[in-house]
């Protein structure tokens, strides 16, 4: 409830226009949870790089050791030991950690690329939904505003005698019904308000939304068909990492020894220096290569999906723009009929050659025509926005 008072609150108090529709996304994009956590997913990534950059695959690790005989003959017997021991790259093992965490990188920013198109589709909508609702609460404001003019206009000829009480309860009828038809789009308009000033944290909207778009075949640059493509990228370097890594790093070990055989000899200092290599075993290489495999193959898969659903999507939305350039034309030739007509007709009534029933048969085509028209119009600058969305085109 709190949230909805503060949301009604903006749309008092805030300006009805803002500067553009990148400065729209750019508020969504502020105010999105998922745009948030991949940013912050940037830090992750750059921890990835640092460890891929590093000297060594892993921690060294420092020994330490003692040992002598207090416990049994107490000769005198003492040994310590001191030293460290460094993991090594295997050959080619650190090349395809840095491929990796490339991949990942790009992989992240593509992730990125496609949200922010995700949210513009949904800003876009948003935004036309807004649109649509302030266009049909002016059309009702304006048919109301007519339907009181046209009832205190019976009303005088009904004192008059030139009409029946009968065309004047037609007449308070009709103004009732757009009073309604008010009420009812301003709560359509409050409505899509909400939606838009949820997505974006703000009420303003921007000055001009009308987008200009072309068919075209799908980019190769598409935000979505470009993340497909990284994650097998991502995919493909796992793999690499996997036949580079088929065992555990070697350790190159550097200690010092200092001991003594009994109480009255003198110390003795020596150094070492050993290699510790594990050894390759198919338990453990065969199920850490079969998933990389797999993730590559799903990859691919996901790629031809996507491709295919985009250049659907695409075919889509460039029909719908044909077919909302059709209507709207038709729109427009009938509104201008309808509007030729009611004036006609308007004429007729006000030198009592018609009735108010044809009056107010004829006044219904024409808000008919004129709601068509507007709607269609707006379908219309929807369908560009949703064919620019299709190609992947961000504001």
């Known amino acids: 409830m709190r949230h909805t008072l503060l949301i009604l609150g903006l749309l008092l108090t805030q300006p009805v226009y803002a500067a553009s529709l990148r400065t729209a996304l750019d508020q969504a994009w502020e105010n999105s949870p998922q745009a948030q956590t991949l940013e912050a997913r940037r830090a ?3 921890a990835q790089t640092v460890a891929a950059n590093s000297l060594l695959p892993g921690a060294p690790a420092v020994i330490l050791g003692h040992r ?7 000769a005198g ?4 030991e001191a030293g460290i021991a460094m993991p090594i790259w295997l050959p080619g093992q650190r090349d395809a950690r840095q491929r990796q965490a490339q991949a990942g990188k790009d992989g992240l920013e593509a992730n990125i690329r496609a949200l922010r198109l995700k949210l513009a589709g949904e800003l876009r909508e948003a935004i036309w939904q807004v649109r649509q609702a ?14 009181k003019k046209l009832a205190e206009d019976v009303a005088k000829r009904v004192l008059a005698g030139e009409l029946a009480k009968t065309d004047l309860n037609l007449a308070q009828n009709e103004w009732r019904t757009a009073q309604a038809a008010v009420l009812h789009s301003r709560n359509r308009q409050l409505q899509a308000q ?21 068919p075209k075949p799908l980019p190769d640059d598409h935000p979505v068909l470009e993340e497909a493509r990284l994650a097998i990228e991502a995919a493909q370097a796992q793999v690499r990492v996997a036949m580079n890594s088929r065992r555990d790093s070697p350790e190159v070990e550097l200690s010092t020894r200092r001991e003594r055989g009994n109480l009255n000899d003198p110390y003795a ?18 199920p850490r290569s079969s998933a990389a495999q797999t993730a590559l193959t799903g990859a691919h898969s ?23 350039d059709q209507v709207l034309d038709l729109a427009r030739q009938q509104r201008a009929a309808a509007r030729e007509n009611l004036d006609l007709i308007q004429k007729s009534f006000n030198l009592g050659e018609s009735d108010l029933f044809t009056l107010l048969r004829a006044r219904a085509a024409s808000f ?11 379908a219309q600058a929807l369908a560009r926005a949703r064919l620019n969305q299709a190609q992947g085109v961000l504001p």
């Open 302 to 324: 996901e790629y031809a999906r996507v491709r295919l659903t985009l250049e659907y999507h695409g075919q889509q939305a460039d029909q719908a723009l044909q077919a909302a």
């Open 134 to 147: 302030e266009a049909q609460t002016r059309l009702d404001e304006e048919r109301a505003l007519t339907a």
């Open 368 to 378: 008919e025509a004129e709601q068509s028209y507007n709607q269609q119009e707006i």
């Open 194 to 214: 909400q939606a838009y000033a949820t997505l974006t944290g703000m009420t303003a909207l921007p000055d001009d939304v009308s987008e200009i778009a072309q």
């Open 77 to 80: 017997k003492r040994e310590w």
């Open 44 to 46: 992750e990534s750059d």
């Open 68 to 74: 002598g005989d207090q416990l049994n003959s107490n």
């Open 269 to 286: 200092s020596t150094v070492a220096i050993s290699l510790r290599l594990p050894l390759s075993t198919d338990a453990r290489n065969l």
